[in-house]
């Protein structure tokens, strides 16, 4: 079932972290019906020097369905 990969930049705490992945399978439960064991998230640390980067080579635009994709400067 459905799993849910967040790309952020690096420094944000375990807990902060906890906390946004455990809103994002309630949002999922609410929106799609699925149990809580069919779901799951994982965040990964990115350098903030290599965001642009890696970013543009993981995602394609096309499929941001909100949102848009960050640019550091």
Not at 14 to 28: C, N, P, S, T
Not at 58 to 69: M, N
């Amino acid at each position: 079932m459905p799993h849910v990969e967040i790309n952020m930049m690096s420094g944000r705490s375990e807990e902060l972290k906890k906390k946004v992945a455990e809103d994002i399978v309630q949002a999922m439960m609410d929106s799609l019906g699925c149990e809580r064991s069919h779901l799951s998230v994982s965040i990964i640390d990115v350098d903030p020097a290599e965001w642009n980067e890696k970013m543009s080579k993981k995602v394609d635009k096309e499929t941001i369905y909100a949102g848009e994709l960050y640019e550091a400067k």
